[in-house]
């Protein structure tokens, strides 16, 4: 029964791609050319066969059904493939490339025993039908490692197939709360693996990750007044970074990870400044009477995006990291804030108000091609950020009541949930 | 424009009004300096309140005995929050008027609290934050103003993060948008 069941969701899925398919070549019909846009039918199709389980019982088996599932789930989130279980559609369609690969073990060393015994993985990213090894990779993974074992290979087939940096390692943290308190939590790209990270009962908000991904800078109301910290991810210590009089908000590292823009509003206004990691003032960009906040570097390090109210609304201006040649990025809408330069360098996210609500836009870094994401049926959608690929965007939105975040695939507009609760996912970000 | 203004209005006459009510208890006599027409906040652009320039009169010392102020948050003697209208931080006529009963009752209490500037929910949470600094701002300035030492008043802001009234009405809404009075 249960099989018959995982048969039929299969054969659903495979008429879904089709669907995909014949809907993608109807599009090519138009003269519609978005640059870096995969549709469907320029998606590498690959074919993910059962893998073999040589030993080991039920902890391999349930291995490999992981396994299987988790690269088949990532090749999908990448946007960049169709991918396919072997077991069900057969022939039907045409692939280039496939998976396949065994289970060992758990091998019974004379320390590891029982449930904690590492399985052996051997994968093969291979052509077929022929079959000739394009790449093998080999894992011994315990079980709490297998997900990270499964997305790394993904990344790696995903690299050689499309030249496009795999994200399915990367996180996004972000803030989860309400009323007096508000914690920092992290989940992997594809919604496994939630884990709170702060525990100090007040709020935390606005995480940004040190290219590295070794610290998170955020801004917390710990100690009772406002600053940035640093948490270290790999022990979790945090550390005060700065916090001068006023607002200490809107941390951004800078590519080298040597420093950080702030926002600070000790001179009697929120301005950009450059600090380093232990909290020094390198330079200040930005002087004006305005408000002028949500810095964020360019991926080469050299300019940066901001918000300034200086005409009377919140409008984004790029200046380089020395506070020269303003430059003026949005002339549509009242309300723009919260820009974010993606990881490919040509293009900007950030929130605008539509109405009463706010939406997601993205537009090309000299200003050409503003197109918004979300529409009313979504609400409010705030906050975005980059994934590492430059074609995925997180964001908060109240459209199912509080606000949990989701992920946009930009090339496609398609969107997934990625958190839900009740507790309201504010300020994602992902990490490098 | 918004639906909001009427209860902040409506609010802040109340408040109006219980305040001197308090007043008038606590010091047991008149003082002209402080003296707001009750009107003034509901009647829209009827007047247009200048800020006094003359420092109002010392109160006389109270009879009763005085309130532990360190102690107490300021809401409980008689320190009332204020309101602002939609991406606001000017200080509205029933503000000012709210304000100056708030910096004659600081300056006795001479203790240092903190002021919370609040917005709603619609917006990004960064330029919330921003916004909400300035209206926490803009009271602290106009307290300063009437006298009440600077050294007395820690601004902070919470933006849309920590809001009064849950859920996306007008009401919430304008309950959100204040300059709150918290013990330091």
Redesign the interface.
């Known amino acids: 029964m249960k099989h018959l069941h995982g048969n039929l969701r299969s054969l659903l899925l495979v008429a879904a791609m089709l669907c995909a398919v014949g809907a993608a070549e109807a599009q090519t019909g138009t003269d519609v050319v978005i640059d870096h846009t995969r549709t469907a039918w320029m998606k590498t199709r690959i074919l993910v066969n059962m893998l073999d389980v040589l030993s080991g019982g039920m902890p391999s088996v349930t291995a490999a059904d992981e396994v299987q599932d988790m690269l088949v789930n990532d090749f999908r989130l990448s946007g960049l493939m169709l991918p396919a279980l072997r077991d069900v559609e057969g022939d039907t369609l045409e692939y280039f490339v496939a998976i396949e690969g065994s289970v060992e073990g758990p091998l019974r060393d004379a320390n590891a025993t029982g449930e904690d015994a590492p399985v052996t993985l051997n994968l093969n990213l291979v052509s077929w039908p022929d079959r000739n090894i394009i790449l093998n990779k080999r894992y011994r993974p315990l079980p709490h490692q297998l997900r990270t074992s499964a997305h790394h290979f993904a990344d790696q087939v995903i690299h050689t197939l499309t030249g496009e940096p795999g994200i399915c390692l990367s996180r996004i943290a972000f803030s989860r709360g309400a009323?007096?308190r508000?914690d920092l939590y992290v989940v992997d790209y594809d919604g496994e693996n939630l884990m709170r990270l702060t525990a100090n009962r007040t709020?935390n908000?606005?995480p940004s990750w040190s290219p590295d991904g070794s610290r998170i800078a955020f801004t917390s109301?710990r100690d009772g007044?406002?600053g940035v910290y640093a948490l270290d991810t790999s022990n979790g210590q945090v550390e005060l970074v700065i916090a001068q009089p006023?607002?200490n908000?809107?941390a951004d590292w800078h590519p080298t990870g040597e420093e950080l823009l702030v926002?600070l509003?000790h001179s009697?206004?929120?301005e950009i400044y450059r600090i380093n990691p232990a909290g020094e003032i390198l330079r200040r960009l930005t002087v004006s009477p305005a408000?002028e906040?949500?810095p964020s570097w360019s991926p080469g390090g050299r300019d940066l995006v901001f918000?300034s109210?200086r005409t009377g609304t919140?409008q984004l201006y790029i200046i380089d990291g020395d506070g020269a040649g303003h430059r003026r990025l949005t002339f549509e809408s009242r309300?723009n804030?919260?820009a974010v330069w993606s990881p490919t360098g040509d293009r900007i996210a950030y929130?605008t108000?539509v109405g009463?609500?706010?939406q997601i836009v993205v537009i090309n870094a000299n200003g050409e091609n503003r197109r918004v994401l979300t529409d009313h049926r979504w609400r409010?959608s705030?906050?975005p950020n980059w994934a590492p690929d430059g074609r995925h965007l997180v964001f908060a939105s109240d459209r199912a009541g509080a606000f949990d975040l989701y992920v946009c695939d930009v090339e496609e507009g398609t969107f997934r949930q990625l958190t839900s609760g009740d507790d309201p996912d504010?300020?994602p970000a992902w990490s490098r | 424009m918004y639906q909001g203004g009427k209860n902040s209005k409506f609010v802040t006459v109340l408040a109006v009004i219980l305040g001197l009510g308090l007043m008038l208890a606590g010091c047991g006599g008149d003082d002209p300096a402080v003296e707001t027409d009750p009107t003034a906040g509901a009647g829209g652009d009827a007047t247009e309140t200048v800020p006094p320039t003359v420092t109002p009169e010392t109160p006389e010392v109270p009879e009763v005995e005085a309130p532990d102020y360190a102690e107490l948050p300021p809401s409980e003697y008689g320190v009332d929050d204020v309101f602002f209208a939609f991406d606001e931080y000017d200080l509205s006529d029933a503000t000012m008027s709210t304000l100056t009963r708030n910096a004659r009752i600081l300056r006795e209490a001479d203790v240092v609290v903190v002021i919370e500037g609040h917005c709603d929910e619609r917006g990004t949470v960064e330029y919330n934050l921003a916004l909400g600094e300035k209206r926490a701002k803009a009271v602290k300035d106009y307290l300063v103003s009437l006298g009440v030492p600077a050294a007395n008043l820690e601004i902070t802001s919470y933006g849309e993060s920590k809001p009064f009234a849950q859920g996306s009405s007008d009401y919430a809404w304008t309950q959100n948008r204040r300059a709150h009075f918290a013990r330091r």
């Open positions: 009323g007096d508000r709020l908000l606005c109301y007044r406002q006023g607002l908000y809107g926002s509003s009697g206004n929120p408000i906040i949500s918000t109210d919140p309300y804030d919260s929130a108000r009463n609500h706010t409010n705030e906050d504010i300020t």
